[in-house]
C-alpha cells in the first residue's frame, strides 16, 4: 500500500532553518514526482515546490516566494525527499504536505498521493 510519512515540521524563529522530510512507502520513486505544498488557514494550498526525473534529467521547480530560501532535494536510495527550509519567514507558517505523482506540475488537484501534513510555524 502506498503511503508517504513526513517528519521535521515545528516551530523556529523567523531566520531560522527547517528541514522537512517525506519518506514514500510501496512503491519506488524513480519514474515519480514529487512535490511539496502548503495550505495556511483559510487560504488555498499552494505549490511550494517540485523534483521530477525525465528522461533521466533531474529537474526542480519552486514558487517564486520561496525561491533561493528552499532546497528541495531527493535520495532515490532511501525513496525520500527533502525540503531545506532557510531564512523563514512568519508567512511561511502553514501545514506543508507532500504529494506524488506522475504529473510534474503545480496544480495540488493533479496530484493522487499525499502525506499527511506537518505543521510549520514561524513566530518569536
Known amino acids: 500500500q502506498l503511503q508517504l510519512v513526513e517528519s521535521g515540521g515545528g516551530l523556529v524563529q523567523p531566520g531560522g532553518s527547517l528541514r522537512l522530510s517525506c519518506t514514500v512507502l510501496?512503491?519506488?520513486?524513480?519514474?515519480?514526482?514529487i512535490a511539496w505544498f502548503r495550505q495556511a488557514p483559510g487560504k488555498e494550498r499552494e505549490f511550494v515546490a517540485v523534483a521530477a526525473i525525465s528522461w533521466s534529467v533531474y529537474t526542480t521547480s519552486y514558487a517564486d516566494s520561496v525561491k533561493d530560501r528552499f532546497t528541495i532535494s531527493r535520495d532515490n536510495a532511501k525513496n525520500t525527499v527533502y525540503l531545506q527550509m532557510n531564512s523563514l519567514k512568519p508567512e511561511d507558517t502553514a501545514v506543508y504536505y507532500c504529494a506524488v505523482d506522475l504529473y510534474r506540475g503545480r496544480d495540488p488537484t493533479r496530484y493522487h498521493y499525499w502525506g499527511q501534513g506537518t505543521q510549520v510555524t514561524v513566530s518569536s
Open positions: 510501496g512503491f519506488s520513486l524513480d519514474y515519480y514526482a
